[in-house]
């Protein structure tokens, strides 16, 4: 993949996009766009200045500026303007964790515990070869230390879950995601 986005142009010119996606780009797309959006939800909360509308409207706060016959929203905005902030940089969190979880090769083997050592041992079964149509031996993969290792899928399940949550912050605030 080769992305280059030049800057918003300063005149009613169109911004210079060039993007070229590779055929091994798309065989994990999701993992590859998680290389992208992971920094640049970095770089969004490190540099925000606004947060999404909802969010204030949310905790009791209007834009008292425009509500000049009620006073109460004046009392209220920085409070409620603080709130949602706090509640957006948490949104933000949840989706960064999720994109930088997406970026790692093998996050499941911490759910992976102890050493496993697997054999192939000769099956009594048969089974005739597609091609040449001979009954053939089978194998079956033997764990040799059953006792020696396990895998946590009650926690594996739980990081999955937390992964799509961020995830769908994602979708829910996609529009949202300027500066």
Do not use: C
């Amino acid at each position: 993949m080769k992305v280059k986005i030049g800057p918003y142009p300063k005149k009613n010119s169109r911004r210079k996009i060039n993007v070229q996606i590779d055929g091994y780009d798309t065989w994990s797309f999701d993992h590859t766009l998680a290389h992208i959006i992971y920094p640049a939800l970095l770089q969004l909360k490190a540099t925000k200045h606004g947060i999404p509308s909802g969010l204030v409207e949310d905790v009791g706060g209007e834009d008292w500026s425009q509500q000049d016959s009620f006073d109460f929203y004046k009392d209220t905005h920085d409070e409620a303007w603080t709130k949602a902030s706090e509640r957006w940089d948490e949104v933000l969190d949840k989706m960064i964790w999720s994109f930088q979880q997406l970026t790692l090769d093998d996050y499941n083997s911490k759910y992976h515990h102890g050493d496993s050592e697997y054999d192939f041992v000769e099956s009594p079964k048969l089974f005739p070869n597609p091609v040449t149509g001979k009954m053939e031996k089978t194998f079956q993969m033997v764990d040799k230390n059953p006792d020696d290792h396990f895998f946590d899928a009650d926690g594996l399940f739980l990081h999955e879950e937390r992964i799509q949550e961020g995830l769908e912050l994602f979708g829910k605030y996609y529009r949202s995601l300027w500066d």
